[in-house]
């Protein structure tokens, strides 16, 4: 695993400054950030602009599909990585962190350590394609957010991906 | 004299190496006693009435003391109210004499009285245990005081005592369950650390929902909590104190993952997964030094670590055979003894506080599994059945297991439910909404 050195040390900064000594009481609503999880939203820019983020979420397309249990890249899922390598070869201003997910069918921990290896299996690809190493993450959101919600193939076999999430700029997640 | 129809039979679990499921057997004529095994099918009637409350500002607590004492009895399995309307006689002074012929005659084998007294926020309960066809004490009286906010924790404590001496095992009743308090829809759930009485009662919460949590986990002495957040955006494993909710971050590897911790027994170490490169192996980390240490290095998965009570070895799941599976290592790593050889895939395995069993979560045919086996993989027991159940933790006497159950489809939600090792008095564990991931806490002091 190639690290990025800068992002390291935002999360470490982050760490120090999150902690807190307040017992939380009932509640109060938080929010989320609904770019996050692969979920379309944010400012994605148009999809007419081919520089934009929102181009390469629907035109390019950010993501790829799994078999069950498995994080090997299928013949479709290598097409969308190469547009991707690509685009991102043009848009050099972009830095990305690959989401791996899972379906509901596992259990929390397997699930998680399965999302990582659909992540790296995508981070592995796009670099073998170009994408420098220090432009790209990985996180595992395991089965925590699926996007599609029924409990059945159909919807598992959406949920079952890795989607490309860009950032302009720096990796701040 | 215990009566006949109580059926008892050897104390298999007790001793290792005794038929799984014993024969029920007759009771020998003797002091009032359940022998814990799956041969129980009968539970021991008994009668609490109402705690004499000993001033006027005891009345409430004296009432709704001696109720959570048979919410906790009843609850159990093992036990079975009598209810005050079968009475002919009531207890108006703790210090009178029992009428044991009153309670005999309602079938009440074992009686529970108490007082309690308020003086100021400080409270006082009294009580005693009478083995009524015996005709004599079971115990010597006993007292426990602490504040009027802690009255709940004195009930637990009368049950644990009431259960200890009936049953020859300690109780699990004075304890805590942390747990992920969950809200929102599926596809962008909210998570919050919470930690509540086992029975469900103070609920607190003790982070925000601003990021994923997972899978807390209680030191051995239950005042802190290691758990996994998405706080840097990144699932890391995070050590927080109960008392002040001050956390931190465990490890600096960037570009890593953590997840899955737990607790060495001593609370000096913290077991975990750390993924890189894709890869998920077993880490042990110091907490006093935070020297990191890799137990395992395989390409293939290995996660969900957790350890013996006498802290030599460690049972983890690993897909190494190709599916997910049991393996049991020293707990300083090397070779690893695959233990689980049944149909299907097997995750997330608990060691027993007592040491004896392992709970695992099973997935077999669509279905998931709460199961328990022994520590070398022999006589599997499969103890639930659903959609989802998983996580299972061990109630602190090693008897009760609690999990996480969830429905399915679009409106699936995730509940907490507890079962006994028996597989009997399947029950969910009220919370204030969806809940998911507990675990148990130690008995409290």
Redesign the interface.
């Known amino acids: 695993m190639k690290h990025v050195t800068k992002a390291g040390l935002l999360i470490a900064a982050l760490a120090v400054g999150a902690c807190s000594n307040n017992r939380f009481g009932d509640g109060g609503t938080e929010t989320i950030d609904p770019s996050a999880y692969g979920l379309n939203g944010g400012a994605a820019g148009s999809v007419s602009d081919p520089t934009s983020i929102a181009y390469f979420q629907q035109a390019v397309g950010d993501r790829v599909l799994f078999e069950v249990d498995q994080s090997t890249l299928n013949d479709v899922a290598r097409n969308t990585l190469n547009a991707q390598a690509q685009w991102l070869a043009q848009n050099p201003e972009y830095t990305a962190v690959i989401e791996g997910h899972a379906d509901e069918q596992g259990t929390r921990e397997y699930n998680l350590a399965l999302g990582a290896r659909r992540a790296n299996a995508v981070n592995e690809y796009l670099i073998s394609r170009g994408v420098a190493a220090n432009r790209l993450k990985t996180v595992t959101y395991g089965k925590e957010r699926p996007l599609e919600i029924c409990s059945e193939e159909s919807c598992y076999s959406q949920n079952r991906r890795a989607v490309t999430v860009l950032a302009a700029g720096g990796l701040s997640s | 004299m215990i009566r006949s129809k109580l059926l008892i039979a050897a104390a298999a679990l007790a001793m290792g190496g005794v038929a799984w499921f014993a024969a029920p057997v007759k009771a020998q004529n003797g002091p009032l006693r359940i022998e814990i095994t799956d041969g129980v099918i009968e539970p021991l009637p008994y009668a609490v009435p109402d705690f004499i409350a000993e001033n006027a500002a005891a009345t409430e607590y004296a009432r709704n003391i001696a109720r959570v004492i048979a919410d906790d009895l009843t609850g159990s399995g093992l036990f079975r109210e009598i209810p005050a309307s079968a009475y002919i006689a009531n207890v108006t002074s703790f210090d009178s004499p029992v009428q044991y012929a009153d309670w005999k005659a309602i079938n009440a084998e074992a009686l529970i009285t108490g007082a309690v007294a308020v003086d100021g926020n400080r409270l006082t309960v009294k009580f005693r245990l009478f083995d009524v066809f015996s005709g004599a004490p079971l115990g010597k009286g006993l007292q426990f005081s602490g504040t009027t906010d802690s009255w709940r924790r004195m009930a637990h404590k009368v049950s644990d005592a009431v259960y200890s001496r009936v049953t020859g095992e300690s109780g699990y009743f004075d304890s805590r369950v942390v747990f992920v308090s969950e809200s929102g ?6 998570k ?1 650390l919470a930690i509540m009485d086992y029975d469900g009662a103070n609920v ?7 990021a ?1 949590v ?2 807390p986990r209680f030191s051995p002495t239950g005042d802190r909590v290691l758990y996994t957040s998405y ?6 494993v995070y050590l927080l104190d109960v008392a ?6 465990l490890g ?1 590897q ?4 953590s ?2 911790p737990r607790f060495s027994p001593d609370g000096g170490t913290v077991v975990f ?1 750390l ?6 192996d077993i880490y042990t980390m110091n907490l006093a030094t935070g020297q990191q240490r890799r137990l395992t290095n395989a390409p293939s ?1 290995e ?2 670590p957790s350890y013996s009570p006498d802290g030599r070895q460690i049972v983890f ?1 690993s ?1 190494r055979s190709g599916t ?1 599976q049991l393996y049991v290592m020293d707990a300083n790593g090397g070779e690893a003894r695959r233990i689980s050889m049944g149909e299907g895939r097997y ?2 395995p608990v060691w027993s506080p007592r040491g004896d069993l392992i709970a695992f ?1 099973k ?1 077999n045919k ?1 279905r998931f599994h709460i199961g328990v086996m022994r520590t070398n993989g022999s006589e599997e027991r499969l103890l639930t059945s659903s ?2 159940d ?2 299972p933790t061990w109630s602190p006497n090693g008897r009760v297991i609690m999990f996480t159950r ?1 429905t ?3 409106n ?1 939600q995730p509940a907490l439910y507890s079962v006994d090792i028996s597989g009997r008095n399947l029950k969910r564990v009220p919370t204030p909404g969806a809940a998911s ?1 507990p675990a148990w806490s130690p008995l409290q002091n």
């Open positions: 829809p599926k596809d962008a759930r909210q919050r607190q919460y003790l982070t925000d929902s601003s994923i997972l899978a706080e840097t955006g990144f699932p890391r002040t909710v001050g956390r931190r971050i600096d960037a570009g890593a993952m997840f899955a997964s993924t890189t490169g894709g890869n998920t998965i996660t969900a799941e897909d997910q995750g997330t979560t997935q669509g959609f989802l998983e996580g969830a399915s489809g679009a699936g991931d």
